[in-house]
């Protein structure tokens, strides 16, 4: 984990922009926000410790920032009757363990392997977009 406080340069003005996009793909698209973000948070983190802390802190940060946008973009989807419970039911416990499972994982695993499995995940999804 980096503990050091961070400081926040003037070419970091780009930053609300980003982060602006992140929660407008995400509450558009449902997904890609994350990917936004991802950069967004490498960049903050960059040259604050060793690139495996660094990777680590991005990817936890990620997911913390992105909940509440998701939770968020669901109440206004649910608000229209855009929400299927019974698929959300159905598919929200398996997830979480999935998710408790892929935090044990990022620890466990080095930081290019986890990079590895998220470039061929961003290839394999943009290929099946494609078509």
Known sequence: MITKKLKYSARLWW???ATLAAGVINGLLGAGGGVIMLYVVRAVLKGRGDMEAVQKDTFATVVAIILPVSVVSAISYASK???NMDIMG???IPALIGGIIGAYLTDKLPSRVVRGIFALLVIIS???MIF
């Open 126 to 128: 943009g290929v099946r």
């Open 15 to 17: 930053f609300v922009p």
């Open 90 to 92: 159905v598919l929200t």
């Open 81 to 83: 009757g855009n929400l």
